[in-house]
């Protein structure tokens, strides 16, 4: 990926915040830096828009510090509370209209894979539990069912955070929010489990509270994405302002979904597998 894609243009450097400039000389575009480094290096601005204790910040936050390449990735998001840090995050990020983001990532992974045949172009969805579970699920599974080699993160709040709190596909039965007052009339979308029947190598269901787990889930999803077919990540990630807890509470909120029906599953075919291990054999 070339530097000038973050290189300030001399003319406006000055006006850039003094967070946005350590972002650019001390994110992690270029170098590996993975979580055991995390507060050495900045991934996102720490002056980033989302309320305190937001879940879905530090799910974004967590995934960017683990990408195995992140100058050599493009994160693709949608409208949702995600998208106000992945606009200030050290990765090359683009947006799309709502719901169509695993179309566009298709598209782009196709075309990169054409403009770079030797080079590995990692293609990376991160969106909301609205954006994929509900406006987005079609063009997602579609995405699955012609195995595009991308790699799909949901960060799961559980709700529509930044419309002001209606119920999502994800939302918990029984859940009562700002805008469903008599509490959701049905169970979570499965969408876990449809992701092993609809063409993904690798799947894995994780929470905020195990950031080791999120680093292994995202290098797997995006080692298996590149050689086998496409991959998903659901990421648990409480939101305070919307599920009403306290900010100081998210990742104990995360740690007791995490004992309960939120707890850490991964699912990888054979063929999945068989390629990690050669990896690792090679490595
Ligand atoms: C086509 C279209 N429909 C509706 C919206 C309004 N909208 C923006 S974000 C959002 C909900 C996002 O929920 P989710 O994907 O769960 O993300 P969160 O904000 O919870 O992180 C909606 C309905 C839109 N921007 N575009
Ligand atoms: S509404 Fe919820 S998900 Fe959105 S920024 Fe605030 S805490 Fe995060
Ligand atoms: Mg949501």
């Not at 939302?171 to 609809?198: C, H, R």
């Not at 991959?231 to 306290?246: A, D, V």
Request: glycine share 8%.
């Amino acid at each position: 990926m070339s530097t000038r894609i973050i290189t300030p243009v001399a003319e406006f450097a000055d006006l850039l915040p003094q967070d946005y400039r350590e972002l650019v000389a001390n994110g992690p575009f270029f170098a590996r830096r993975g979580l055991k480094d995390l507060g050495t290096f900045k991934e996102i601005i720490e002056e980033h828009p989302h309320c305190a204790g937001c879940g879905v910040a530090l799910g974004v936050r967590l995934v960017a510090a683990s990408l195995p390449a992140p100058a050599d990735t493009i994160i693709i998001g949608t409208p949702g509370c995600s998208f106000f840090g992945l606009a200030q995050t050290a990765v090359n990020y683009s947006n799309t209209a709502f719901g169509n983001q695993n179309a566009v990532a298709s598209g782009l992974k196709r075309m990169l894979s054409l403009r770079y045949p030797d080079r590995h172009k990692d293609v990376v969805v991160l969106v909301g539990d609205g954006g994929i579970a509900d406006i987005g699920l079609d063009m997602t599974l579609h995405s699955w069912f012609r195995r595009e080699k991308i790699v799909t993160i949901m960060v799961d709040n559980e709700v529509y955070g930044n419309t002001g709190g209606q119920e999502s596909g994800m939302t918990k039965e029984g859940q009562v929010l700002n805008m469903a007052p008599g509490g959701k009339k049905f169970p979570k979308i499965p969408v876990f489990e449809i992701a092993k029947v609809s063409g993904c190598a690798y799947a894995a269901k994780v929470t905020v509270a195990s950031p080791r787990m999120i680093e292994k889930a995202v290098n797997r999803a995006v080692l298996v994405a590149r050689q086998v077919g496409p991959t998903y990540l659901q990421i648990y990630t409480p939101c305070p302002t919307n599920l009403k807890f306290s900010p100081d509470q998210t990742v104990r909120v995360a740690a007791e979904a995490e004992k309960g029906y939120y707890a850490v599953e991964e699912f990888i075919t054979d063929e999945a597998a068989r390629c990690l291990q050669q990896l690792t054999t090679e490595s």
